[in-house]
């Protein structure tokens, strides 16, 4: 990076950029002013604004861009956010169960936790966003065997406040750290889920059957009825049952049983009268000579759906049949639980089973034996307290990169495998065309604040002939800091106000937000659009290209675009040997550009530059190895492809776009624009 055509701004008579910087300046650019936001967006973040002496950039003579210049208002970017957990970390959702992070969607319900008094307390919360890259992974155990892969950027809360994983005493490196004997806040590793095995399913069961079904065979006056009925109010166990009674060939009916109530929930019920199904079902809930593991764990969740509940921080277990309280409690004890019996002495003789041990022990129980009522799986306001069991007791470098993956929720954080997780925040951009997930980029983000000014005096002057300006092409205009900073808007009514032509390459949709803008230009000069969105498959994205924005998203800015008359390109960029160039990808990835409006779509196959050569090779050796010798033929001669791969490829993708009816644009004027359309939607600006 360089910064000799960059100074600090001046700060007298602005109290607020007058404020000494207290992050560490780079070396090379003394007296900026360091800024830090005291907000979700940028937690982490330091922004060096500077006043740019030039900010027309001359494109290198050896370049193979199509263009001569380029404005760049930002050097970094603010969506180099630090990234967390491995892929397969466990999060606690709102439903009580676990879910790895990397398969959060946002808009996913899960807990967090919030200050309530004397307690933080679980919350539950909404997954706003999510992303990945490659980090240098460490390992934290804890002492009750807990382990944690994460970034060392990444905080976890002690008994001593937010902890970075890494850190330093001293220097640039300092901030609070996880050391040796900290205490980690949470309840220590969630139990791995049960399999749904035959096994599970019968003793699954007989704890409901027993639990809570009517089932005999009756013999009357006018004959003998065979009945079995099971009714509930919570649809979740009701049809949990009637599909493992479906899986042992035993079909039911369901039908309302009783209807709702100002006081009382609906009931539904399922039924059957064949002899051959109740004869079926007695022998299922038979109480088995030695049952298995996964019999005793479908019993205690069939018994917990059917007669247990969970309030007040107490897992209670009800029954007046001793069989039943008798095989309850062994199988607890079985795995570990510990217990005890109650006894009021009521007439029916109802006693209850109380599992011991708080909110460890409970969460435990849900996800030891996975019950199917989810509102009685509830923590909601519990208190997160000390477990002395989650002492750090190793911070281990494991000496590689790993996809890690990060999340935004809307209180700030999460829990990850028990313990509380800090939240880092969406990474909505990424600024390169390659696969250099952010190697080049860290939290130390220049904002050129006099970049609107610079330009308008730059076009004024007499040197300069109007030429085409493209932006976007380094680092993404439209990152998230642009959305605090504002200087688009400045630059671009500059280049109105001069009728330069200019054009946009962006995977951001804050581009939205400057549509009337935009607009006033077009109607001036040449103004091009385009969005880079090299594939479409889901599982490609995720592994290869994770910091980005999903590629439909993309296409939904496309739509935007267009239907506010511009003629949108995009770059088909980068297109992966042997993973996105295959003719089922080129077609599925052409279908859906088509589909969304743009104008035209230019291929751009994958180019290795130093940096980004290296982490890919990486990369393709962890995940496709057999691709690594077709790699180094074509890539043994330097950063691009041969020419007649290339060629090869671009012919391809033009066949499928003119089938498609997606044909190159000629190269034009798009002042003539129609009617300005309907600002846009909440739905759209959600993408912002």
Not at 63 to 87: D, K, M, Q
Not at 617 to 630: F, G, K, N, S
């Amino acid at each position: 990076m360089r910064w000799d055509n960059l100074t600090a701004p001046p700060v007298e008579g602005d109290p607020e950029r007058a404020a000494p910087a207290t992050p560490p300046l780079p070396l090379a650019l003394p007296g900026a002013v360091a800024r830090t936001f005291d907000t979700p967006e940028f937690a982490g973040m330091t922004f060096y604004e500077v006043q740019a002496k030039s900010i027309l950039n001359r494109v290198p003579g050896q370049s193979r861009v199509p263009f001569e210049w380029t404005i760049n208002p930002y050097r970094g970017c603010s969506h180099a956010c630090v990234y967390c957990l491995g892929a397969d970390t466990p999060i606690l959702m709102a439903d009580g169960r676990t879910k790895p992070i990397s398969e959060l969607e946002p808009g996913d319900r899960i807990y967090g936790t919030e200050r309530r008094g004397a307690y933080r307390r679980y919350v539950t919360t909404t997954v706003l966003d999510k992303w990945s890259t490659v980090k240098p992974a460490y390992r934290v155990t804890l002492e009750d065997g807990t382990t944690l892969i994460a970034s060392g950027d990444h905080r976890f809360l002690s008994e001593r406040g937010w902890k970075y994983v890494t850190g330093a005493m001293h220097g640039n490196a300092r901030r609070p750290y996880l050391t040796i004997n900290n205490r980690l806040i949470g309840t220590g590793r969630f139990a791995s889920g049960p399999k749904e095995s035959p096994d599970y399913r019968r003793g699954y069961l007989c704890g409901m059957v027993r639990g809570d079904a009517h089932l005999g065979t009756f013999s009357y006056s006018y004959g003998t009825v065979h009945r079995f009925r099971l009714a509930l109010a919570d649809d979740e166990a009701l049809s949990r049952s009637e599909r493992y009674l479906a899986l042992e060939e035993i079909k039911t009916q369901r039908f309302d049983f009783t209807p709702a109530s100002p006081t009382r929930r609906a009931v539904a019920a399922i039924r059957t009268s064949k002899q051959r199904d109740i004869l079926a079902i007695t022998e299922l809930v038979r109480w088995p000579v030695e049952p298995s593991d996964d019999w005793r764990l479908g019993f205690l969740a069939g018994i917990f759906d059917a007669e247990g509940s969970c309030s007040r921080g107490i897992l209670r277990i009800s029954n007046s049949d001793d069989a039943i309280l008798d095989q309850t409690t062994a199988a607890l004890r079985h795995f570990g639980f510990a217990c005890v019996r109650e006894d009021r002495g009521l007439p029916n003789r109802v006693r209850e089973i109380r599992l011991t041990g708080g909110l460890a022990a409970r969460l435990r129980f849900f996800h030891l034996t996975d019950p199917a009522i989810t509102r009685k799986r509830s923590i909601e306001g519990g208190a997160l307290k000390h477990q002395g069991a989650l002492k750090v007791v190793g911070i281990e470098a494991l000496g590689l990169e790993l996809p890690l993956w990060d999340i935004t929720t809307g209180t700030g954080d999460f829990i990850a495998n028990g313990v509380v997780s800090h939240n880092c925040f969406a990474r909505n951009t990424h600024t390169y065309l390659d696969l250099d997930a952010g190697a080049d980029f860290d939290r130390k983000v220049i904002v050129k604040v006099n970049a609107g000014e610079l330009v308008r005096r730059e076009l004024a002057a007499p040197r300069w002939r109007g030429a085409h300006v493209a932006m976007g092409t380094n680092v993404d205009c439209y990152q998230r800091a642009e959305g605090r900073y504002r200087l688009m808007p400045q630059i671009i009514g500059a280049l109105r106000d001069f009728a330069n032509p200019f054009s946009i390459l962006t995977k951001g949709t804050l581009i939205l937000r400057d549509l009337p803008l935009l607009r006033q230009a077009a109607e001036v000069t040449t103004v091009g659009i385009s969005f880079s969105v090299g594939f479409v498959d889901e599982h490609l994205w995720r592994t290869v290209e994770p910091g980005t924005p999903h590629p439909r998203r993309r296409l939904d800015a496309v739509r935007a675009l267009a239907d506010a008359g511009f003629s949108v390109g995009v770059l088909m960029a980068p297109i992966l040997p042997g993973l996105s160039d295959s003719d089922e990808s080129i077609e599925a990835t052409v279908s859906a550009i088509a589909a969304a409006g743009a104008t035209s779509v230019t291929a751009l196959p994958l180019h290795l530059r130093p940096g980004a050569r290296e982490w890919y090779a990486q990369w393709l050796a962890r995940e496709h190895p057999h691709l690594v010798p077709r790699y180094r033929e074509l890539y043994r001669a330097g950063a691009y492809a041969p020419q007649a791969y290339q060629r090869e490829l671009t012919a391809r993708v033009r066949i499928a776009a003119r089938r498609h009816g997606l044909h190159r644009a000629e190269v034009g004027d798009n002042r003539q624009l129609p009617e300005p359309p309907p600002a846009p939607t909440a739905e759209q600006m959600t993408l912002l």
